[in-house]
């Protein structure tokens, strides 16, 4: 057990809240897309494949991009690289809402690949910034937790307002709600707006090879973002066919699949703040050992009792083994030094 001092768990810094408005605010265009782009591709003049690059290019120009992030803001100042970078993603959903060449809305893909891997790394150093007393996990919990919450509300906001007021106001809306991402960025930085992006310094360092954070890293994107979201439905319909009967009626397996992943971004915004709180309380490497066994048990378990309700508990806890994981290999990697923690959400992002 490890000693930290004052209350169990405190009230998010106003610096974390701000970093997690402001990234909040534009990733709203990102999650619409992945959301909405697939029913409404054919009205632009896409082709199905077209949809399959425009919502996969973010996420692989990042495996480049987070390097970059890295070498730009381990050097200052962060404060402008930020701004700047909510700017571009701004500029990126106007694009979305106003262009329909493929081209256009591409590089306007690209771009925004580029700019989550800084607002990504900003955020976090901010989180590690305003620790203290040994509460770094709980400062990031906190910043994970209210950025789920806000990406969740989001991704509800842009469906309802789809099926209400269309593609190109819905858009055009979220940027135009994005430009108040600009002050809660500034005023996140208040403070440090020269400092350079790294490793608060009453935190110390933990040394570990490059190859260890690929490795982590590579395995939780794998499993809990990467295998586990994209055949859940399948898994879902071969274990109780097109419907699941629940008091009050049947629920189709669609239904019953947007509510495991939209209630895993409710998960994440309650569950990691009161688990960082706790993990800053405890020796790691026992809990990540246990974390990887459970996960690891219940999918076999839930493999061998292929049931409805042994998958739904299953694939539950897995997701809470992954938030868990997420949370504390982030500390230790950006703990490390900001090129140990670019290593890590790489290899997090090819999983």
């Given amino acids: 057990m490890r000693s930290v001092q004052g209350a169990w768990i405190n009230w998010p810094h106003y610096q974390i809240v701000c970093i997690a408005l402001a990234t909040s605010l534009v990733v709203t265009g990102d999650l619409?897309?992945?959301?909405?782009?697939?029913?409404?591709?054919e009205r632009l003049g896409l082709t199905a494949f077209q949809v399959g690059v425009l919502l996969s290019i973010?996420?692989?120009?990042?495996?480049?991009?987070?390097?970059?992030?890295?070498?730009?803001?381990?050097?200052?100042?962060?404060?402008?690289?930020?701004?700047?970078?909510?700017?571009?993603?701004?500029?990126?959903?106007?694009?979305?809402?106003?262009?329909?060449?493929?081209?256009?809305?591409?590089?306007?893909?690209?771009t925004w690949g580029i700019c989550f891997s800084f607002l990504r790394h900003v955020g976090i150093f901010t989180a590690m910034h305003v620790a203290s007393c040994g509460r770094v996990m709980e400062r990031l919990g906190w910043l994970r937790g209210l950025s789920a919450l806000g990406m969740f509300g989001g991704a509800f906001l842009g469906g309802w307002g789809y099926d209400e007021f269309g593609y190109t106001s819905v858009l055009l809306g979220f940027a135009i709600l994005s430009l108040a991402a600009l002050p809660f960025g500034w005023l996140s930085q208040t403070g440090r707006a020269s400092a350079a992006a790294g490793p608060a310094a009453d935190i110390p360092l933990r040394a570990a090879g490059a190859r260890v954070w690929w490795l982590n890293g590579f395995i939780i994107g794998l499993v809990g973002s990467g295998i586990l979201m994209a055949t859940l439905g399948l898994l879902l319909q071969e274990a109780m066919g097109d419907q699941i009967r629940m008091p009050g009626g049947a629920v189709g397996v669609a239904t019953l699949t947007g509510v495991l992943l939209g209630?895993?971004?409710?998960?994440?915004?309650?569950a990691s703040p009161i688990f960082g709180a706790a993990f800053d309380r405890?020796?790691?490497?026992?809990?990540?050992?246990?974390?990887?066994?459970?996960g690891a048990s219940v999918l076999v378990l839930a493999g061998i009792m292929f049931t409805p309700w042994v998958l739904i508990?299953?694939?539950?806890?897995?997701?809470?083994c992954t938030t868990s994981l997420s949370l504390t290999m982030t500390t230790q990697a950006a703990s490390a030094g900001s090129r140990t923690l670019a290593a890590f959400v790489t290899a997090y992002d090819l999983g």
């Fill in 282 to 294: 405890v020796t790691l490497r026992w809990l990540e050992g246990g974390l990887y066994l459970l």
């Fill in 313 to 320: 508990v299953a694939v539950t806890i897995v997701f809470l």
């Fill in 58 to 110: 973010n996420r692989w120009v990042r495996l480049v991009s987070n390097v970059i992030a890295h070498h730009f803001l381990s050097r200052g100042p962060v404060l402008g690289w930020l701004l700047l970078m909510l700017g571009l993603g701004t500029l990126c959903m106007l694009v979305y809402s106003i262009m329909t060449s493929f081209w256009l809305l591409l590089a306007a893909r690209i």
């Fill in 32 to 41: 619409f897309l992945y959301t909405v782009l697939p029913l409404h591709y």
């Fill in 263 to 270: 209630g895993r971004a409710v998960l994440d915004g309650l």
